[in-house]
């Protein structure tokens, strides 16, 4: 891991790290910051397919498929460590344990890619909002960045909306909802879960899929 950190670098906000079509070999490791992953329509729209937190890994995919299919963008100003192919492939054929924790982190991302279109299809607009909340914030309690009480968070109205398939009225009227029903709020920077046990019953949410256990080879 030592190894694969050695090029770190600062990005700004709103300018992709990857691009859509991009067929460089390297990917990037997050650092601290936040991203989003998305893909971009021909009419210029785009469907955000997942937000990225500190620990994650950025662009693996356009190492494996030698081809990104989604771009990366950081929402707030970000560090991450970039790594080549070559350190990637180097690093799995000397620690077999390190392939595996990452074989179980882009599982882990696929559960997840599920759960979203689960979401899409079939939760209702308070459902699908509860869900999304709840599962960023068990992201970040992993990495010391949340806890059961809510947490810091810099997305908008428009970033929720595109992830959750909602215009951004439709964002505000469902996190007013949750706010006067005393289950989350939403405001100034910060997700506070004002009854986690009664939100988690709204949406569902079973966090099982997210296997916080880690990888199966320690």
């Not at 924790?101 to 882990?108: E, G, H, N, V």
């Not at 899409?120 to 009480?149: I, N, P, Y």
């Not at 947490?151 to 959750?164: E, I, N, S």
Request: with cysteine; aromatic share 8%.
């Amino acid at each position: 891991m030592a190894r694969l950190h050695q090029r770190r670098k600062s990005f700004v906000a709103g300018h992709d790290l990857v691009h859509q079509g991009q067929s460089d070999q390297a990917a990037y490791i997050l650092a601290s910051g936040w991203v989003c992953s998305y893909k971009l329509q021909p009419d210029g729209s785009r469907q955000i397919v997942d937000f990225q937190i500190p620990g994650d890994f950025l662009g693996l995919r356009s190492i494996l498929l030698r081809t990104s299919d989604h771009s990366f963008e950081p929402v707030v100003d970000i560090q991450a460590v970039e790594v080549l192919a070559s350190d990637l492939f180097d690093a799995f054929e000397q620690t077999p344990r390190l392939a595996t924790a990452i074989l179980w982190a882009a599982s882990r991302d696929e559960a997840m890619v599920v759960e979203h279109l689960v979401g899409l299809g079939q939760r209702d607009a308070e459902a699908r909002m509860a869900h999304f909340l709840l599962e960023l914030g068990a992201k970040l309690v992993l990495v010391g960045l949340g806890s059961r009480d809510g947490y810091d968070c810099p997305l908008t109205q428009y970033h929720l909306a595109d992830v959750l398939g909602l215009s951004a009225v439709h964002v505000n009227r469902v996190l007013r909802k949750l706010r006067e029903d005393g289950l989350a709020t939403f405001r100034n920077g910060r997700v506070t879960f004002d009854d986690f046990d009664r939100l988690a019953a709204r949406a569902g949410f079973d966090p099982s899929y997210l296997d916080h256990t880690g990888p199966l080879l320690k």
